[in-house]
């Protein structure tokens, strides 16, 4: 490590790759560091996100007003615009290793760690598989190949899932209150067009069918089999419109077991046939 002012240190900077980017998880920085015993950073803010891990030592971090006793063991963040400082105790020097990243996956990603804008500190959760991961990721920081970039991404991932585990196991991460409904909705919105039933829907939130249905109407305003029907149709009446596929395509694709059943179904919904449909719409 390059010796500063406060502290040892290696700095590794990065320009997101067109596979990151559209990962949805960006890293800009990583580092690792020593403190010496004059080291204070801040206060400050900085324009994304940055996950330390404590690997030695103890200190002090200020989050928004907010302040940690921090030490071996523990992880912080530093959240995006939030006014943050941090420094070592006299003691026991502060050793660090920091990732820093944006993108539209950080958020969800850090909340599965408990980590919140309110509070973003967790402690004791580094394990030795997370060091372990940690210094694989410093080992290919320090002799980088853009040829490895999936490996790097499979290492960040690999130490979130690590930190998950035990905070999982720890019960360490505010359970979320369940929202069967709105998971029932997101299951019909990813699986619709395979086959799927009322009871495939109640089985995978894990309630019994009938409440669900109770539930899901009284919150929706339609029945579950009304709903998945609705987006059944809908894909029909898009790919009719949209497309040349035929009509026996159409069906199949939306998993009717053939044409004669998929018809039968449209008719109910629209009042006509595929067939007299996709002529309307070439009329208009």
């Known amino acids: 490590m390059r010796e500063y002012e406060h502290e040892f240190a290696d700095h590794w900077f990065y320009t997101p790759t067109l596979i990151e980017k559209?990962?949805?998880?960006?890293?800009?920085?990583?580092?690792?560091?020593l403190a010496k015993s004059?080291?204070?950073?801040?206060?400050?803010?900085?324009?994304?996100?940055?996950?330390?891990?404590?690997?030695?030592?103890?200190?002090?971090?200020?989050?928004?007003?907010k302040q940690y006793k921090i030490k071996s063991g523990d992880i912080f963040c530093l959240f995006a615009n939030h006014t943050h400082s941090y420094f070592t105790s006299q003691q026991e020097h502060l050793e660090m290793f920091w990732i820093?990243?944006?993108g539209r996956q950080a958020l969800p990603m850090l909340s599965k760690l408990g980590i919140t804008e309110e509070n973003t500190c967790v402690h004791e959760v580094l394990t030795t598989m997370?060091?372990?991961?940690?210094?694989?990721?410093?080992h290919l920081f320090q002799n980088y190949d853009e040829n490895k970039q999936f490996k790097k991404i499979?290492?960040?991932?690999e130490l979130f899932d690590n930190l998950y585990a035990e905070i999982s196991k720890r019960?360490?991460?505010?359970?979320?209150?369940?929202d069967w409904v709105q998971?029932?909705?997101?299951?019909?919105?990813?699986?619709y067009s395979e086959g799927i039933t009322v009871a495939d829907v109640a089985e995978y939130v894990?309630?019994?069918?009938?409440h669900f249905s109770n539930m899901f109407t009284k919150k929706v305003g339609r029945s579950p089999y009304s709903y998945l029907q609705g987006k059944i149709m809908k894909r029909a009446e898009e790919l009719l419109s949209t497309t040349s596929n035929s009509v026996t395509e159409i069906a199949l694709s939306l998993n009717f077991s053939d044409v004669y059943s998929f018809s039968r179904s449209f008719k109910n919904y629209y009042g006509m046939s595929p067939t007299d449909f996709r002529h309307e719409i070439k009329r208009d």
């Open 22 to 33: 559209a990962g949805g998880l960006n890293i800009i920085r990583a580092g690792q560091n």
């Open 38 to 65: 004059n080291y204070h950073i801040g206060p400050r803010f900085i324009a994304y996100f940055s996950l330390h891990c404590i690997l030695g030592g103890s200190g002090t971090y200020i989050n928004e007003g």
């Open 100 to 102: 820093a990243f944006d």
């Open 130 to 138: 997370s060091r372990n991961t940690i210094e694989n990721l410093i």
């Open 154 to 157: 499979s290492y960040i991932y």
């Open 171 to 178: 019960n360490i991460q505010p359970k979320p209150k369940k």
């Open 183 to 191: 998971n029932g909705i997101d299951y019909i919105e990813l699986y």
């Open 206 to 210: 894990g309630i019994n069918r009938t």
